[in-house]
């Protein structure tokens, strides 16, 4: 089994030539800090499967979807806000996405020396594999922010010349790491245990991953001049897909529990035998290894008020097209929807505590506080990084949905593949079918409006697809690029919102007809609470659209008195998305001043 005590075990043996800041000269060429030798080492498969232990921290698990539309307010600031403010440049990107290179340096200093290893030809390329695996994985994210980036097949030298290339192109890097995507899938064993460590299965996910990215970005990104070929990238992620299908070895993960089905894939102690799980990242008080998952609740940032609306009613019906559906207060949005979102966003009567308190959500966040990813056992959460849920890597519901919008692009789709993906996570939550022909009569307005470059035969199911992989991946860490890649990036100039809030005044947030906050204009502004009783007014948490002195907190309501939350933030800096130029970063000033062969693209 993969684990962190594994990890410790190697990074005690052999600690990686890695450590190269992107702002050094010789980012790409350090060599190892570490007596161990080439020479002396790569000997064999067991040699290799050391240094390979040390590549699976390469695996960045997200429990959140910060800088996408999925969240109305981050207190700590993202990239996206201030890029759409017009903050981001060259210099003050800072090196996020950049300073990364040691990952790359980690995989081709082993396949620079493999050719030493001697042994069983079959677990020389199983390792061989995970390497190539892991360096797809880096050129991947590479590709995702930047686009062209220069592509390195060995270990640089500090004599070596290509040191300071300049960008390649992305069609060529591309092609690059779909050889190594192929490779892995081609060569790395099928099964490992409990599935913490990458397996062929590990692989033929991320291809299924990265070529829907690729193929969807080349179709709507016309300034690539590269939608020829989409279609050749949408019918690879078919067939990963399908490979993943008709194993056997996968299902979506339900015992008829519904939406708690669901939610043990989130906060559960481990994941070991559950059928879902292509990977999962173990985390165990006595391994010493832990995550940080309780911060999702309440702490930086809340779900957006357009996250929430994307979930269906009960009957499969859209919220938005209720007729009052603007004016719902919080604990009514909740009723009769699809109990992913119950799963998703704390819900009035959500209780964190074995008292059975009841969680008040936050409304200078939003209101709409995340719980997907909580953990719920006080056991698994016990401090600053001291949570030891297990987390889901690759999982098979992403694979469906990978297959679902794959052969709608193609334009393949038939109802029995919406009955083999879709509709099977709707099972899972007891949610109404989606039905092909009724999606595309009657394409959904709100969904139209959010994609409007969405065309075609398919045009309703596409977008119902979308809908469904918001909803069943939410806070999975993947919005941002499924909103990139279908270049839907008005979305992210969307001025986010909260909650709806009738009056000023106190709130039940709990559905217990009891207010448990008030939003008040100052805290001069007491007269609202006049009718309250004492020990009501006494407990009541009250927040201020203005503070003592007059200033404006950080959030607002829509229309002054009443309306959606909103934020101070978007008020007073206008978010504009420009495209296509948004679509990407820029390359750090401090690297392209050290290499000016490293151009920067789309305006930046």
Known sequence: M?????????????????????????????????????????????????????????FVIKSDDINSDNISSFSGGGEMDLM??????????????????????????????????????????????????????????????????????????????TLYKGRDPRAMVVDSIMADLQFAVDNIKADEGTRTRVTQWSALALMARFTLFEGTFRKYHDELNLQASAGTFFQKTAWACEQLMASGKFKIFTTGKGAQDYRFLFSSPTLSGNAEMIQWADYQQSLGIANNTHVVLGWEWSLSQSLVYSYLMTDGTPFTSLPNYKNL??????????????????????????????????????????????????????????????????????????????????????????????????????????????????????LAAAYPNVTGANKGALLEIRRERRVELACEGLRFNDVNRWKAGMRFQDSQQGMYVAALGPIDMTGDNVPDIAILASPSDTAVLAGLTPDMRANISRFYLKDKDGKDNNFYLENGTNGHIMFTRDRDSKRVFIEPQYYYRPIPLAQTVLNPQLKQIFGW
């Open 329 to 446: 207060d919080y604990t009514h949005t909740f009723n009769n929807r699809d109990p992913r979102l119950a799963e998703t966003v704390a819900y009035p009567g959500f209780s964190t505590t074995q008292d059975k308190s009841l969680y008040i959500a936050k409304p200078n966040l939003g209101a709409y506080d995340q719980l997907k990813y909580y953990p719920r056992d006080p056991a698994q959460r016990q401090g600053w990084y001291a949570d030891y849920s297990a987390l889901p890597i690759f999982r098979y519901a992403e694979v469906l949905l990978n297959y679902a919008e794959a052969k709608a692009e193609l334009g393949t789709l038939a109802q029995s593949d919406i009955d083999n993906t879709i509709n099977l996570l709707r099972d899972r939550v007891g949610m109404p079918h989606l039905n092909q022909g009724t999606a595309n009569a009657m394409p959904d307005p709100v």
């Open 84 to 161: 759409v403010e017009n903050g981001l440049s060259s210099t003050t990107v800072g090196n996020t996405g950049w300073d990364n290179w040691n990952q790359l340096r980690s995989a081709n200093f082993m396949l620079d020396n493999v050719y030493k290893a001697k042994g069983d030809q079959v677990a020389i390329n199983h390792f061989i594999g995970i390497a190539r695996f892991f360096r797809a994985q880096f050129y991947a994210d590479k590709v995702a922010r930047f686009s062209d980036v220069p592509w390195y097949s060995s270990a640089m030298s500090n004599i070596d010349s």
């Open 2 to 58: 993969c684990t962190m005590k594994n990890l410790r075990l190697f990074i005690s043996l052999i600690i990686l030539g890695c450590a190269a800041a992107s702002c050094n000269k010789d980012y790409l060429q350090r060599l190892p800090q570490t007596k161990i030798t080439p020479d002396a080492f790569f000997n064999s498969p067991q040699d290799l499967e050391t240094y390979t232990n040390g590549l699976y921290s390469q």
